[in-house]
């Protein structure tokens, strides 16, 4: 079983409308989660992180975390074709290791 | 905002041949990490380093790779004897501390190149 999985997409989203990313981890005694954006031969730039079961929000990105199902979502939130990018799930703590995994990445392309 | 800073952007080398990658921590941060990213695949753990000296290490990371703080601000990774499959991106991360709260902030990357 993968650590950490992701739907590699590709996903295309019209403009304006709300992107949605999946993401689901094997390690229920991981610690916190990662969302971070990747263009292409750029490296990962990070967009938010939680750690806390429910909803985090910062201006029109919102992570979601569900500890008993194992799983963390990003919504995107008025989609911009700048969002056009390789999204990245990270957890850390997967066996009480301090690092980060990263999931495969989703491709989102936001169509004008 | 504070980078992590990493040199060169891009290095071309011949299988065989040492490389050493380069990275400026954030300056308060006490963890730091290197990753690597082959082309078209998930970015990778190779080793993370605290208190001058390895905490982990991936299996990835073997007798052909070394890392070193070697004055209170720079860290390195070494490659000896390179290979045409170490060709990847190469990226730092620093951390400020453990624990849920603390994010992980990465370098540009090095994009290694062997011939």
């Known amino acids: 079983q993968k650590e950490v999985e992701q739907n590699s997409g590709p996903l295309s989203v019209p403009e304006g409308a709300i992107a949605s990313l999946n993401c689901t981890y094997s390690?229920?005694?991981?610690?916190?989660f990662f969302w971070y954006r990747q263009y292409s031969g750029k490296s990962p730039e990070l967009i938010m992180f939680?750690?806390?079961?429910g909803d985090k929000e910062d201006g029109r990105f919102t992570a979601q975390l569900n500890k008993a199902s194992q799983y963390v979502s990003l919504l995107i939130r008025d989609s911009q074709p700048s969002d056009s990018a390789t999204y990245l799930c990270?957890?850390?703590?997967?066996?009480?290791?301090?690092?980060?995994?990263f999931g495969q990445g989703t491709r989102l392309t936001i169509n004008p | 905002e504070p980078e992590v800073t990493q040199t060169p952007s891009h290095q071309v080398t011949q299988m065989g041949q040492e490389v050493i990658l380069r990275c400026v921590p954030i300056?308060?941060?006490?963890?730091f990490y290197w990753y690597r990213q082959i082309l078209g695949q998930k970015v990778e753990f190779l080793v993370s380093?605290?208190?001058?000296?390895?905490?982990?290490k991936s299996e990835i990371f073997d007798d052909q790779f070394s890392v070193e703080r070697p004055d209170g601000s720079n860290f390195t990774l070494k490659i000896r004897s390179t290979k045409l499959e170490d060709s990847a991106m190469y990226f730092c991360?620093?951390?400020?501390?453990?624990?849920?709260?603390?994010?992980?902030?990465f370098g540009s990357g090095t994009r290694l190149t062997v011939v």
């Open positions: 991360a620093s951390r400020q501390g453990t624990g849920g709260a603390y994010g992980y902030t």
């Open positions: 390690d229920r005694g991981s610690q916190s």
């Open positions: 939680i750690y806390s079961n």
């Open positions: 990270a957890v850390n703590g997967i066996q009480g290791a301090q690092k980060l995994v």
């Open positions: 300056s308060n941060h006490l963890y």
């Open positions: 380093f605290y208190n001058n000296e390895i905490s982990e």
